[in-house]
């Protein structure tokens, strides 16, 4: 089982990050060991002093794919969810301003939310969930799929290209605006539509 990410899939993300659209969607990887292991708390590691949530859409992979063509993208996932990209955005800028890679700020034991799946069914237009996350029980985050740069065939199709799509594989499809930071106490809550997907209490 392996965790695509995608980065800067939605516009005014990129404008709060200062960066640039790139053309074609951007991906990198987590490993399975990045999940946070559900009821489990969030410890903030000790190596990073800023750790940003970013929530995402998922997509459960469930067919093995390669060169999957957009218009057959559909027949490779069943289920949708949510969940976070924990961030350590320090050590990201850190690793960017030297042009190294950044996995360590990305890919960490615990940086992967994922909460409860929903059937595809569930949904009348996929181009069109709305989703949100709640901070202390505020609004932070508040997306619609409908606002992605590239949709959700779009990314399967790109991905399958350079990697084969296993069954079980997590595709997390971007982040929108209001990304920030997590200090202990806080309680972090997901929402697809307005049902609550997950809920982690940062440690």
Known sequence: MKIICIG???AEHIKELNSKASGEPLFFLKPDSAVLLNK???VI???TQEVHYEVEVLIRINRLGKYIQPKFAHKYFDQIGLGIDFTARDLQRECKEKGHPWEKAKAFDGS???GEWLPKESFKDLNAINFHLKKNDEIVQLGNTKNMIFDIPTLIAHVSKFMTLK???VLFTGTPAGVGPVSIGDKLSGYLEDKEL???NIK
């Open 112 to 114: 992967a939310v994922i």
């Open 198 to 200: 997950f809920s982690v």
């Open 40 to 42: 489990h708390p969030f």
């Open 8 to 10: 800067q899939n939605y």
């Open 45 to 47: 590691p000790e190596f």
């Open 167 to 169: 069954i079980g594989d």
